[in-house]
């Protein structure tokens, strides 16, 4: 496709549940990142993929996130143990070579909701 | 205090209305965003700044460094242009994007 897609567009789960998440970026882009956003709040970064690598994961907010992106394409951000504070739009942007001082185009998000 | 403030919170304007939406923030930056999300969340990037004016449109960004300000200008204002706008900002030697809790704007027909 031309943009970035984000599967499921919508997930309810219970809580202690295991999540998965999927970025599809745009073909070519080498950098990926992923954004938590609660509501009425303004996006919060989470990790920040160059190819394969994660060159910055300092925002992922504890160990039961986790987000890999083995071919430097399609990434999966991985929850554990869901809690209900874990409740948010999970929003993936990807760029053409990283570095953040260049245009990011993002996905449509997925919302999350934890019973 | 956060470190990207945006004002106002909430804008309600009439079909025409020139419109200007601010952001501060506090910390050394290499490019600043702005960002327009419509309901239902999807996010579309409008302008990247790191000095000066950008023109698109009937959007207008400045920025100024000194001053750690920037504002977005929506001239002719439209109710298409209804959504939430949010700032931004690259923390110098940083890849990580921190953002304002976005201004949103209502435009009545």
């Known amino acids: 496709g031309a943009g970035v897609s984000q599967t499921p567009s919508n997930k309810v789960t219970e809580k202690g549940k295991y999540v998965e998440l999927r970025c599809d970026p745009i073909?070519?882009?080498?950098?990926l990142y992923w954004y938590r956003q609660s509501l009425g709040q303004g996006p919060e970064f989470l990790i920040y993929f160059q190819g394969t690598g994660a060159a910055d994961d300092s925002g992922l907010p504890n160990d039961r996130f986790f987000a890999v992106r083995p071919e430097g394409s399609v990434s999966t951000l991985k929850i554990q143990r869901t809690e209900r504070g874990d409740s948010a739009v999970y929003l993936c942007?990807?760029?053409?070579?990283?570095?953040?001082?260049?245009?990011?185009?993002f996905g449509p998000g997925t919302r999350l909701l934890v019973l | 205090k956060n470190e990207v403030e945006q004002s106002p919170q909430n804008l309600t304007a009439q079909e025409g209305e020139f419109i200007t939406i601010n952001c501060s923030y506090s910390v050394g930056i290499s490019a600043l965003h702005w960002l327009q999300q419509h309901p239902g969340g999807g996010i579309v990037s409008l302008f990247m700044l790191s000095s000066g004016k950008k023109k698109h449109g009937r959007l207008i960004a400045t920025i100024n460094i000194q001053e750690k300000h920037s504002s977005l200008h929506i001239t002719a204002s439209h109710p298409r242009d209804s959504a939430v706008y949010i700032c931004a900002v690259l923390r110098a030697g940083s890849y990580q994007l921190t953002f304002g809790k976005g201004t949103k704007l209502s435009v009545i027909p």
């Open positions: 073909s070519g882009h080498t950098a």
């Open positions: 942007a990807s760029s053409l070579s990283g570095g953040g001082g260049e245009t990011q185009y």
